[in-house]
């Protein structure tokens, strides 16, 4: 199975600051016959369900507002949000669909400071 | 709009079989894309734990493979899972999902794209 590690586990970010959160995978999730990298990031705030935000790797889903932006090919991922909002505050998790089993990482706990 | 709703007992017994259905509204599951589960032990991470057509093909996590079974009722536009041999272990938020499938190096693959509030299923005596 490939393994998703994800840095920090917890950040706490100003107003207004900016957030990067990290993913790595244990091995390459780039399909070069596609030219993708199959990664998705999800958003799960405290008692809800996980929002899918982005998908390979840097498309955002529709809907999603462009301060969240996702990086990153081969082994290592970022997660950005240029501007932290309040409405932000949550658990964010990326995962791997490259091969299966499909795999998510720990999660990584944004916070306001 | 679409949305999907977990039912489910709420409480099982250890060594017992747990099920539990989703229900689908504003689309139809025949039309197309895969549906799952996946399961969120609490406090903890997120768990792929099988995947389901329309027309029955199905795929599990090789972790629970050998407990895990799935179905389709697309005259209810419902599908479910099964369980057995639960333990404590398999105390968890399960959320059902509308699964976006695409090619993937061992076959097909999948991320989720549409979630379900998710149920509490704890196993206890």
């Known amino acids: 199975d490939i393994v998703m590690t994800q840095s920090p586990d917890s950040l706490a970010v100003s107003l207004g600051e900016r957030a990067t959160i990290n993913c790595k995978s244990s091995?390459?999730?780039?399909?070069?016959?596609?030219?993708?990298?199959?990664l998705t990031w999800y958003q799960q705030k405290p008692g809800q369900p996980p929002k899918l935000l982005i998908y390979?790797?840097?498309t955002r889903e529709s809907g999603v507002p462009d301060r969240f932006s996702g990086s990153g090919s081969g082994t290592d991922f970022t997660l950005t949000i240029s501007s932290l909002q309040a409405e932000d505050v949550a658990i964010y998790y990326c995962?791997?669909?490259?091969?299966?089993?499909?795999?998510f990482g720990q999660g990584t706990k944004v916070e306001i400071k | 709009q679409v949305q999907l709703l977990e039912s489910g007992p709420g409480l099982v017994k250890p060594s017992e079989t747990l099920s539990l259905t989703c229900t689908v509204s504003g689309y139809s599951i025949s039309s197309g894309y895969y549906w799952g589960w996946i399961r969120q032990p609490p406090g903890k991470g997120l768990e792929w734990i099988g995947s389901i057509f329309h027309t029955g093909t199905s795929y599990f996590n090789p972790s629970l493979k050998s407990r895990v079974t799935m179905s389709v009722d697309t005259s209810k536009n419902q599908f479910s899972v099964r369980l057995s041999s639960v333990t404590a272990a398999d105390t968890a938020v399960y959320y059902c999902?509308?699964?976006?499938?695409?090619?993937?190096?061992?076959?097909?693959?999948?991320?989720?794209?549409?979630w379900g509030r998710g149920t509490l299923l704890t196993v206890s005596s």
């Open positions: 999902a509308r699964l976006v499938a695409v090619a993937g190096t061992s076959g097909w693959s999948w991320y989720f794209d549409l």
């Open positions: 091995q390459s999730i780039f399909y070069s016959s596609y030219n993708k990298n199959y």
């Open positions: 995962q791997q669909y490259y091969s299966t089993p499909v795999t």
């Open positions: 390979w790797a840097s």
